[in-house]
């Protein structure tokens, strides 16, 4: 009897997924467990199988959202809701026709469970260890938090999941990423993968799946663990994953779409096997000392381009990439970031928008003002996590403070729904991209963790939430 | 998808790394559920200013690069989001293929399903393409290479499957929806059902 080779997380879900292997000549067709969907990546791919005549082959494991181009204006009922620009509101009628046409569950306007796509699946414990999970949009990475093998993709292959549920795809290799140490106060999951992004850079996991080990990511809440897995398509990684154990499945026990009763033990039971062997093979490791960490910020116009919060920007003097995102951001070599006035202060996207992000922000703010000058959008990952901020009180926290608190969506991160950072203003958000123009035209974009976003906004520039603690 | 088996050009050289899809075709353009006429808004925060006149500065915007359908970008082309309409607005704009050292995974995952040729060189040719701006070259998909005015050749890595595809424009769906019985045989079969 031959002993089975020890196999990394990703190996496992990879190989547990496999209709047809892949040789020389041909990818692998890979099966796709959860399908989720939204208005901007899916319109091409229904009208090609109105074009083929085709269905789609499993709409129970496929389910909708409208996160990209809805506003986040606060209404008292869902019918007042504008859509900014009739091209969007287009796109929203097309999903519902949509979705309608081919049978599928549609989280619509109106519905509580509505929210920004990477959200929703996990707070419906639709997102579930070992599963394959795939969306048209590269910041699914989000649901390989639960050790599930989840990445984005184009929209071609939005149709080919519709139609076959099954994806060719060629095996990645693999990237270990050890997080160890305990977090100061102040330090979150979102400056642990800034920091991660700007040692190993943006391109530094491109055709890797990363696997985040280590006792750092042990002892992460679930939100922290989505928040880095979600930014691992910044470091250009195919998925980022993370093995489940009893805080994943603490976190999903009772959620809407798991199993229940014997079904529930039996699932767990098969979850447990979801680890790296010991002595699996990575093709690459990188090791992080996660107890040195400060609150990051990014001072350019890449994830990677990233200092620790007191720290100065860095000289561009040799390196034109550098130089041209300087020139963009219009900040200074030699001078620290803090002493730049900020114009705008997000809070939201996949990265950042769930229940803890916001407790977060809001005990800084608590008793405090924003800044003269300051706009603050407070922007929950879903209609969930609204109600569940507001049980707490959490927007009477923030609208005390001189925030606005809106309705779910992702907003601000990329301008396509009405919210804008505005032209030449400087913005510390808490999203995932600071590319140029991603908040809209000529907005300059830091990113930080919502602590750090809470203390900016108080001060009106760039802040250490460290004095806040 | 058209099939690609030579291409001849004269090259359109934008040296700046880490070229991410947001520069592409910026995310407020995607509110269209059509996949045409997007090479309008190809790179249009670099090649118009915010009043919507030309940046004369900016390559695409150069009358001597006009009609070139060869793309060369510094490393890492395509990194940030999954949008399709990123080698949608390439394409619609003229542009059949992008070299580079790097390409993001998934942009050069949906380059290939339109036929836009995704090419990574090696460093040595790279530079030289980086500095000869509007260099005539002629690629060949059958041998993947590239053949350089100077007759100098450089073989270029390409999944067999994806060569294939292109060479003779196949569509990828059709190949999966062959395997319809063992889809489900899988489905039937599988220990647990998700």
Not at chain 1, 121 to 130: H, K, S
Not at chain 1, 370 to 383: K, R, W
Not at chain 2, 173 to 190: P, V, Y
């Amino acid at each position: 009897m031959s002993v089975e080779a020890p196999r990394t997380l990703y190996e496992k879900v990879w190989r547990d997924h496999l209709v047809v292997d892949e040789t020389d000549e041909t990818p692998a067709i890979l099966y796709v467990d959860l399908h989720l969907i939204h208005e901007v990546t899916t319109p091409q791919a229904f009208s090609v199988l109105r074009e083929h005549g085709l269905p789609v082959r499993r709409p129970d494991l496929t389910l909708g959202t409208m996160d990209h181009s809805t506003p986040t204006t606060p209404v008292r009922s869902f019918r007042d809701l504008e859509i900014v620009g009739e091209s969007a509101a287009n796109q929203v009628r097309q999903m519902q026709a949509n979705c309608e046409e081919f049978g599928l569950e549609l989280f619509g306007l109106d519905s509580s469970h509505r929210g920004i796509v990477h959200v929703i699946g996990p707070e419906q414990g639709a997102t579930q260890p070992g599963k394959t999970i795939v969306c048209g949009d590269s910041h699914t990475s989000t649901h390989g938090a639960f050790g599930a093998l989840a990445f984005g993709i184009g929209t071609t292959e939005v149709g080919h999941v519709l139609a076959t549920q099954c994806l060719l795809q060629r095996k990645a290799k693999s990237l270990a990423i050890d997080v160890s140490g305990t977090l100061a106060p102040g330090v979150t999951g979102k400056d642990v993968i800034l920091a991660i992004i700007g040692q190993i850079g943006v391109d530094g996991g491109t055709g890797h799946v990363i696997e985040y080990l280590g006792d750092t990511v042990r002892t992460m809440d679930m939100d922290s663990r989505m928040t880095m897995c979600n930014m691992s398509i910044e470091a250009g990684a195919r998925a980022g994953m993370i093995a489940p154990d009893d805080i994943t499945f603490d976190y999903l026990e009772g959620r809407a779409r798991v199993p229940r009763g014997q079904h529930w033990d039996n699932a767990v039971a098969r979850w447990r096997r979801l680890v790296s062997d010991p002595d699996a093979r990575f093709d690459k490791t990188v090791n992080v000392q996660a107890d040195q960490l400060q609150p990051m910020v990014t001072f350019g116009t890449n994830p990677g381009m990233v200092i620790g919060v007191n720290e100065v920007v860095p000289d561009g003097r040799n390196d034109p990439g550098i130089r041209k995102a300087l020139d963009y951001m219009q900040v200074e070599s030699g001078k620290p970031l803090t002493e730049s006035a900020i114009d705008v202060v997000f809070l939201g996207s996949c990265t950042n928008s769930r229940l803890s992000d916001l407790q977060q922000a809001a005990d800084i703010l608590q008793g405090r003002k924003i800044a003269d000058g300051v706009t603050m959008l407070v922007v929950p990952g879903s209609q969930q996590i609204k109600k569940d901020a507001e049980a707490l009180g959490l927007d009477k926290i923030f609208e005390a403070a001189g925030a606005s608190w809106r309705e779910s969506g992702c907003s601000m991160c990329l301008g396509m729904n009405g919210d804008t950072v505005g032209p030449g203003k400087l913005s510390v958000s808490t999203s995932n991209r600071n590319f140029e123009g991603r908040q809209g035209i000529g907005a300059r974009t830091v990113l930080a963790s919502p602590m750090t976003a809470a203390a900016s906004a108080i001060e009106g520039r760039v802040a250490d939430p460290r004095s806040y603690l | 998808m058209k099939a690609l088996t030579t291409l001849s050009s004269r090259t359109i050289v934008l040296p700046d790394r880490d070229i991410d899809t947001d520069q592409i075709i910026p995310a407020r353009f995607l509110t269209t559920t059509s996949r045409d006429g997007l090479g309008d808004k190809l790179f249009y925060d670099w090649r118009f200013d915010s009043d919507g006149g030309k940046n004369h500065e900016f390559v695409l915007n150069h009358e001597q690069f006009a009609n070139h359908r060869i793309l060369v970008a510094g490393n890492n082309f395509g990194c940030g989001s999954s949008r399709e309409h990123a080698p949608w607005a390439l394409m619609d704009y003229g542009i059949q293929a992008v070299i580079s050292t790097e390409i993001a995974d998934i942009f050069r995952s949906n380059a290939l399903k339109n036929g836009l040729l995704p090419i990574v060189v090696d460093p040595t040719t790279h530079e030289w393409l980086i500095n000869h701006p509007g260099a005539d070259i002629d690629i060949d998909v059958e041998s993947s290479t590239i053949t350089l005015p100077n007759g100098d050749v450089a073989h270029y890595p390409i999944d067999s499957f994806a060569r294939y595809c292109l060479l003779n424009g196949v569509d990828q769906l059709g190949f999966i929806q062959e395997h319809q019985n063992a889809i489900e045989h899988f489905e039937e079969n599988r220990p647990w059902k998700p």
